[in-house]
């Protein structure tokens, strides 16, 4: 399964088994393998301790001597200038691939192709030190038989793999490289509104990302298609459906919609995008605030029903939906709703407001005051497993505004309105592990 579309097994499981299409990422499912792997490692390292060959010396030494000196040639293998062709292929293909899980800088940069042949070659090497090591210590083993000195030396080449491994993992994800300024992450924690912020900078595609800031590209490997579509057309043109968002390309107008009130850049880059004007510059990065973003929720004043979802992706890049005043709703799914067509034209009026009470992940708190019924929209992406209530008891249907956002319809008054997010699959996984987990317990009890 974690082979993903390479094998039949996962198309099986994706297309019959409930559920198992929402799963964020199939390749975790590694994590099983290695797991199955280091048992397995585990075993045969207890029965090599019990297993011992007692050979001629005679044999053994040359042996090893032959064995020594066939890694030593295959160390002087110049592999830079070996795997260099198959390393820009590997790159290409990658880089063209929609399906590809990461972007990569391209080949047409030698910087990054030459550093990537070097991780190849350090890998391989790497790669033969380990084995051939690990040889020798399985001869030793079998030759002397399990003693303090070789036990000793097995451990400790298990936990420089380990080290080495788990160190050069780490430094891929230092926050040092990966987080924004200490200064500029202040700055931005001062507005306690909720907000989205899109970091354009040449410290690279994921600078940033574990600072919790709400970004516009997300968690860029696995998005929904829809948004991807939206995001992709505004970006570059072109409503492709993708996996990954790509960097940002272009500033779209229709960012705006998106809540995306900052953007971050190098501060010598110069930037002339109506609306938006320098609030912060520390001489490496500067910060933009965009006053036409719109808030995280608000009220529209004109809603335009469409026919499919097409037009309602059209639609969003119209001026009036740019700029808030009109969301876009599918037919299909206002069908079965009952509302007051009025409410498609509502009146502006000072009085009325909408504001986010209480923002978290699963659980989202709005109050609106409302002169009359109108339609409320988040600019929260439309999911499956959401649930909207008003006044804490009648439930409001939630369907997909502006081709990808929430919005429900909210009779006139004073109502504390809460999106929580409550998918079926998550309760009944709950019950599956607890019959698992009392099953489990009785036949400890009754069979131990």
Not at 30 to 59: E, K, S, V
Not at 279 to 292: A, Q
Not at 363 to 382: G, N, Q, Y
Not at 418 to 429: I, L, M, N, R, W
Request: with cysteine; proline share 4%; hydrophobic share 45%.
């Amino acid at each position: 399964m974690a082979l993903g579309e390479h094998t039949p097994l996962l198309k099986l499981f994706y297309h019959i088994f409930p559920g198992f299409k929402m799963f964020r990422g199939h390749s975790k499912a590694h994590i099983f393998c290695c797991f199955a792997i280091a048992l397995l490692a585990g075993i045969g390292y207890d029965a090599l301790r019990r297993y011992t060959i007692r050979q001629d010396r005679r044999f053994f030494a040359p042996f090893l001597g032959g064995l020594g000196l066939f890694f030593v040639l295959l160390m002087m293998i110049p592999y830079s200038g070996l795997m260099e062709d198959p390393i820009k292929s590997f790159l290409s293909d990658v880089q063209n691939d929609l399906r590809s899980y990461l972007p990569v800088a391209g080949i047409d940069k030698a910087e990054f192709v030459e550093a990537a042949i070097k991780q190849a070659v350090m890998s391989v090497r790497y790669f033969l030190i380990s084995l051939f090591l690990g040889i020798f210590l399985v001869l030793f083993t079998l030759r002397w038989g399990s003693h303090r000195l070789l036990n000793t030396i097995t451990i400790l080449f298990i936990l420089t793999d380990l080290f080495i491994f788990g160190k050069t993992f780490v430094s891929s994800v230092d926050i040092h490289h990966w987080d924004l300024k200490q200064e500029a992450l202040e700055f931005l924690n001062r507005d306690k509104n909720q907000y989205r912020t899109a970091i354009i900078t040449s410290f690279g595609p994921k600078y940033g990302v574990t600072s919790l800031l709400h970004q516009i590209i997300g968690d860029y490997p696995y998005v929904l298609s829809r948004y991807s579509r939206l995001y992709n057309l505004a970006n570059r043109g072109k409503p492709t459906p993708l996996m990954k968002i790509s960097a940002i390309q272009r500033v779209s107008p229709v960012y705006n919609l998106f809540n995306l009130k900052y953007l971050v850049v190098n501060s010598n880059r110069i930037l002339d995008i109506p609306g938006y004007y320098e609030v912060y510059n520390d001489g490496i990065l500067s910060i933009l605030h965009n006053e036409y973003a719109k808030n995280r929720v608000y009220l529209p004043r004109r809603i335009k029903i469409v026919n499919e979802e097409n037009e309602a992706l059209r639609g969003v890049f119209e001026l009036p939906a740019i700029s808030g005043e009109q969301i876009i709703l599918e037919r299909d799914s206002v069908a079965k709703l009952s509302f007051e067509y009025g409410s498609l034209l509502h009146r502006e009026d000072p009085a009325e407001t909408v504001e986010i009470v209480d923002y978290s992940s699963n659980r989202i708190e709005l109050r609106a005051h409302l002169a009359s019924d109108a339609w409320v929209i988040l600019t929260d992406t439309f999911y499956p497993g959401w649930k909207a209530t008003i006044d804490g008891q009648s439930e409001a249907i939630i369907v997909p505004a502006n081709y990808v956002f929430r919005a429900i319809y909210v009779p006139k008054g004073l109502h504390e309105i809460v999106f929580q997010y409550k998918p079926k699959y998550f309760s009944v996984s709950i019950m599956v592990a607890l019959i698992t987990l009392l099953g489990s317990c009785t036949v400890a009890v009754f069979f131990d």
